[in-house]
């Protein structure tokens, strides 16, 4: 029997009407108008496009939103300027600079110096400290997602053996930690894979939730995973070109195979991905609420 499909597309369309409804509460009730910044430098057409993305999202839900594109050679300096002049507009909430910068801008001090409070990816380290001990800030967007996917699918997690495979700063290590936390959609044993693992087929066939956010193409097969499982599949690879000429693409699973062992599964695309921008709208409208005092 095939899997059950857990659609990312259907999920952020229920939050984002979420979203909607709790941002003109604020704007009827309080006169707090959640306010969001992207800042893009250079013409990475994958950037603009995210970018393009978040702000069109932003518009549909009522958020304020600003973009700034600045040249590739914008030096770092004139960067950090920018990051300093919204860290203290009352406008904005939430300040996201979108990644990858150009080589000469060092990645790490422009996130760092981004106000932890307007930290809406949730990468600066203070909010990825916060999350480590479990206190309130911006979850990072990706991780978020995959949480309220696996939550709003109905699946139990407490107890749960969770196998993630991949242990990026983004999504494997803080979606790991999340897992394993004493809270709502965690207090599971949660195993972390990686390239150095040895026997990786060892651990994912143990998995009762299998979270896979390595990078490479259809890299977990129907044979590395036990019946039942339920599967979220973090990767998007183009693995080539469709006719009308559209990247074709294809998760880190072996999607065709694996979902007529699982119990559930997502999509690529339409799974983890829309997730993603809808969380960064959820981050913002919390720091709204924070700044206003609401929350």
């Known amino acids: 029997m095939s899997a059950k499909i857990i659609s990312g597309t259907e999920t952020a369309k229920v939050i984002r009407e979420e979203l909607k409804a709790e941002v003109a509460e604020l704007v009827e009730k309080h006169n707090v108008v959640p306010g969001l910044v992207t800042i893009l430098v250079g013409e990475d057409p994958a950037s603009q496009s995210y970018v393009a ?5 932003a518009h549909a839900l009522g958020i304020h939103s600003e973009q700034v594109t600045l040249d590739a050679d914008t030096s770092e300096a004139d960067l950090l300027a920018l990051v300093d002049k919204y860290n203290n507009d009352e406008k904005i909430h939430g300040i996201l600079v979108q990644l990858p910068l150009p080589k ?18 949730g990468f600066h380290p203070v909010n990825v400290g916060k999350m480590v001990i479990g206190e309130q800030c911006f979850l990072p967007c990706t991780p978020h997602g995959v949480l309220e996917l696996i939550q709003r699918a109905g699946v139990e997690t407490s107890g749960a053996e969770v196998v993630v495979v991949g242990r990026s700063n983004i999504v494997g290590k803080p979606v790991a930690n999340l897992m394993l936390q004493k809270r709502d959609g965690g207090n599971a044993t949660v195993t972390l894979c990686h390239t150095r693992t040895k026997d ?9 939730i299998l979270i896979v956010a390595a990078g490479v193409a259809n890299m977990i097969k129907a044979d590395q995973v036990k019946d039942g499982v339920v599967v979220i599949d973090v990767g998007v690879n183009r693995v080539g070109v469709t006719d009308s000429g559209k990247a074709k693409l294809a998760g880190d699973v072996d999607f065709d195979s694996v979902k007529e062992k699982a119990a559930a599964i997502t999509p690529v695309p339409g799974g983890v991905g829309p997730m993603t921008i809808t969380m960064l709208m959820k981050n913002t409208v919390q720091s709204a609420r924070q700044f206003a005092g609401l929350a």
């Open 200 to 208: 990786m087929e060892f651990h994912t066939k143990r998995a009762d």
């Open 104 to 121: 000469h801008i060092d990645e790490a001090k422009v996130l760092y110096a981004i106000d932890p409070d307007k930290d809406v990816d």
């Open 53 to 57: 993305a978040k702000n069109k999202t």
